[in-house]
């Protein structure tokens, strides 16, 4: 075998050698995050009675809930790390009657990561986030019989993810139901519940 063979056949071998492990990190990236993700929580409302059928006092209900969220989508995965890690899917939050109330809430949201990365050593990934949905109200009036209500609702919140164990995450949330009836009010809610990815 000539010297100059022996050469070739050297860089060849390096250049496969290095070719490999940059291929796998490739195809890491290309997975990225969990494509989907199926979160359910427990809820805790303050809500605005926003007087008419309601009443005008503030009342505080708990519930449960499940979000499906879904990520790294093909048009998002051309963007930049802020807009790849985002996600989008669907939500709802049921409270039982309580307080003389009860509650549907169903819509769609996106989540936004705020850092590139989770930060603290990759124990914290907070972001925010926006939903938009329907929201309804039910109460029994002074007749007895069930009122029931639905309006538009816009609810921006700020949250964290804390990773646990593989793609199993705790996630809380912070949100402010929006509801556009006769009057615009603000329905404060905490959310906490675990993320498992798939």
Not at 29 to 42: A, C, Q, T, V, W
Not at 48 to 65: E, M, W, Y
Not at 122 to 136: A, C, E, H, N, T
Not at 174 to 179: E, N
């Amino acid at each position: 075998m000539s010297q100059t063979r022996r050469i070739a056949l050297l860089v060849s071998t390096f250049a496969l050698c290095a070719a490999v492990p940059a291929r796998v990190q490739a195809q890491d990236d290309n997975m990225g995050p969990s494509r989907i993700s199926i979160e359910p929580y427990l809820a805790q409302y303050s809500l605005a009675g926003g007087g008419g059928s309601f009443g005008d006092d503030r009342v505080n209900i708990g519930g449960v809930g499940v979000r499906a969220m879904l990520g790294r989508g093909d048009v998002t995965g051309t963007l930049d790390n802020f807009f790849r890690r985002a996600k989008a899917g669907l939500f709802f939050t049921y409270t039982a009657s309580q307080e003389g109330f009860s509650t549907q809430h169903l819509g769609g949201e996106a989540d936004f990561p705020i850092f590139a990365a989770p930060v603290a050593s990759g124990y914290v990934d907070p972001f925010v986030s926006l939903g938009l949905g329907g929201f309804r109200f039910s109460t029994d009036n002074e007749a007895g019989e069930t009122v029931s209500e639905t309006n538009f609702a816009l609810t921006p919140a700020i949250g964290a993810l804390f990773p646990l164990t593989g793609a199993i995450k705790f996630r809380g949330d912070i949100r402010d139901a929006i509801i556009f009836g006769d009057e615009t009010t603000n329905n404060f809610l905490f959310e906490g519940g675990i993320s498992i990815g798939f």
